[in-house]
């Protein structure tokens, strides 16, 4: 049962992603066809493979990582707080930070990972972009050989499914309903192409990520039956 689990052993995440260049045009050929290839049952019959391409960036093979955000919990006696802390940049240095985080205090056996929808999104898309730069995986997200339940992984949307695999229910939605502050009071998913690439707010993202990680980590507290987080609780760093 998750009210078992140290809160101080699970590194909570969560990780924006745009598509690898601004322009469909800037791909080459052979990177053009195969997205026309790839998103053609996506796209609605009048939508071109170019004017899609803003979408891209959900497929780690045709997108990057531009923010990872990551928040764990430590506790002095009573005191509990929540610490959050962001790498951003060029994707070979945030996925290099990210794995030295992993190694160097995320490593052993009782540390977990959780997002929301991370197991289907946010944990293979690191990966796949790590194996892309030639980063040897880290052993939180090397899943080769590991049976079900040896995977480091906690989902706050599997969790809220019980069970039930016909649905998919948002972060926005999943806060809303459990009466958690929103992390969309600023800017969603769909907007961060706009505002990485025309303008180039990367600190506006950065807020967009953390918002988002610290939702997931009072998701998982109301799961648990804890009190939500307060404003005092959480320290950026």
């Known amino acids: 049962m998750i009210s078992k689990l140290a ?12 598509p690898e260049t601004q322009h469909f045009s800037e791909l080459d050929e052979t990177k053009q066809a195969l997205w026309e290839l790839k998103s053609q049952y996506q796209r609605k019959e009048d939508t071109t493979a170019e004017d899609f391409y803003e979408r891209a960036g959900i497929w780690a093979e045709f997108g990057k990582i531009i923010c990872i955000s990551v928040g764990y919990f430590t506790f002095q006696g009573d ?14 240095k945030i996925l290099k930070d990210f794995k030295n985080l992993l190694i160097s205090h995320f490593s052993q056996t009782k540390h977990l990972l959780c997002a929301h929808n991370g197991k289907e999104f946010d944990f293979p898309y690191i990966a796949r972009r790590m194996i892309i730069h030639k980063i040897e995986l880290p052993y939180k997200l090397n899943l ?5 339940w040896e995977v480091p992984h906690l989902d706050t949307l599997e969790l809220w499914k019980f069970g039930d695999y016909k649905t998919y229910t948002s972060l926005k939605l999943l806060t809303n309903v459990l009466g958690i502050p929103s992390p969309k009071d600023d800017i969603d998913g769909s907007e961060v192409y706009r505002v990485f690439y025309e303008e180039n707010n990367i600190d506006r993202i950065i807020s967009y990520c953390e918002k988002d990680t610290i939702a997931v980590a009072q998701i998982f507290l109301r799961l648990r039956g ?12």
């Open 144 to 148: 080769f050989g590991k049976k079900p």
């Open 7 to 18: 809160l101080e052993n699970i590194l909570f995440l969560d990780i924006e992603t745009v």
């Open 79 to 92: 005191l509990r707080t929540f610490r959050v802390t962001s790498f951003f940049g060029d994707e070979v």
């Open 226 to 237: 804890d009190s939500l987080l307060d404003n005092s609780e959480i320290t950026h760093v």
